[in-house]
T-cell receptor, first 110, second 113 residues
């Protein structure tokens, strides 16, 4: 069964701290996406990771992809309150389908 | 104006009623998708379409049907709504030239009583 697992599911962290969200998947995939969702809002694309070893950074967020380990990480550096949201990874499958992880709800405390 | 729009944004209906959710896009993308989101389950793919003549079932298509009326329009229908179809529904588009990065509509919150 194809699975995309994120951990942790919930993360409460202090401002200024660093943390990593993990996305593990159980099938071969050539690309992976990260999205952000604010409460009651739609999903916003953060990163598109296209190959093994890909690393993308935007502000305090950095995403990486290891296709051999079937693992992607989303690293948060010096968290700020504005980063509070739910973060989803999505695995791209042949046939241009996507399987989403269950999401990581991040709360950054002042 | 938003690139991907959905109507209605909120809908309350009764069990057994037929309901249609509509999605329109101005991004010029060929590929369109319908997802539902339930708490703790992430997004699950209902149907997807690569062009007007191509419709494919996703993970959870039972109880749903779709129509791709034009490149820019993709509708989702619930022929006979049931309470466990209460969810948040998202339409999304993507394009090969943008590495199939998906762009989502604002969502439709559907409640089936």
């Amino acid at each position: 069964e194809l699975k995309v697992e994120q951990n942790p599911l919930f993360l409460s962290m202090q401002e200024g701290k660093n943390y990593t969200i993990y996305c593990n998947y159980s099938t071969t995939s050539d690309r992976l996406y990260w999205y952000r969702q604010d409460p009651g809002k739609s999903l916003e694309s953060l990163f598109v990771l296209l190959s093994n070893g890909a690393v993308k950074q935007e502000g305090r967020l950095m995403a990486s992809l290891d296709t051999k380990a079937r693992l992607s990480t989303l690293h948060i550096t010096a968290a700020v309150h504005d980063l509070s949201a739910t973060y989803f990874c999505a695995v791209h499958l042949l046939g241009y389908k996507y399987i989403f992880g269950t999401g990581t709800r991040l709360k950054v405390l002042a | 104006d938003a690139d991907v729009t959905q109507t209605p944004r909120n809908r309350i209906t009764k069990t057994g009623k037929r309901i249609m959710l509509e999605c329109s896009q101005t991004k010029g993308h060929d590929r369109m998708y319908w997802y539902r989101q339930d708490p703790g389950l992430g997004l699950r793919l209902i149907y997807y379409s690569f062009d007007v003549k191509d419709i494919n079932k996703g993970e959870i298509s039972d109880g749903y049907s779709v129509s791709r009326q034009a490149q820019a329009k993709f509708s989702l229908s619930l022929e006979s709504a049931i309470p466990n179809q209460t969810a948040l529904y998202f339409c999304a588009t993507s394009d090969f030239d943008s590495y199939n990065e998906q762009f989502f509509g604002p969502g439709t919150r559907l409640t089936v009583l």
